[in-house]
């Protein structure tokens, strides 16, 4: 089954793993998939905060002020 969204990796805060995932926006909502279409994390998309150069094309993380160590 593939999962639509933009490829991803997730770091939950609580270990040093990088999680592959699948990001989508929907219902206000940033959604975290996980490969397999299960929800890894769910975060409110006013608190979703970029950082890095996400304007040139380059790597760049999303933070969320709800979940600050994710």
């Known amino acids: ?3 639509p969204g933009i490829q991803a990796r997730y770091y939950d805060g ?5 999680h592959d995932a699948r990001l989508h926006v929907s219902h206000g909502q940033l959604w975290i998939k996980a490969p397999d279409g299960g ?3 769910r975060w409110a998309v006013g608190d979703v905060e ?4 996400w ?7 999303l933070g969320c002020r709800s979940a600050p160590d994710a």
């Open 50 to 53: 970029p950082s890095g150069d």
């Open 1 to 3: 089954m593939s999962v």
């Open 14 to 18: 609580e270990t040093a793993a990088a």
């Open 55 to 61: 304007t040139g094309g380059g790597p760049f993380a």
């Open 39 to 41: 929800t890894i994390a």
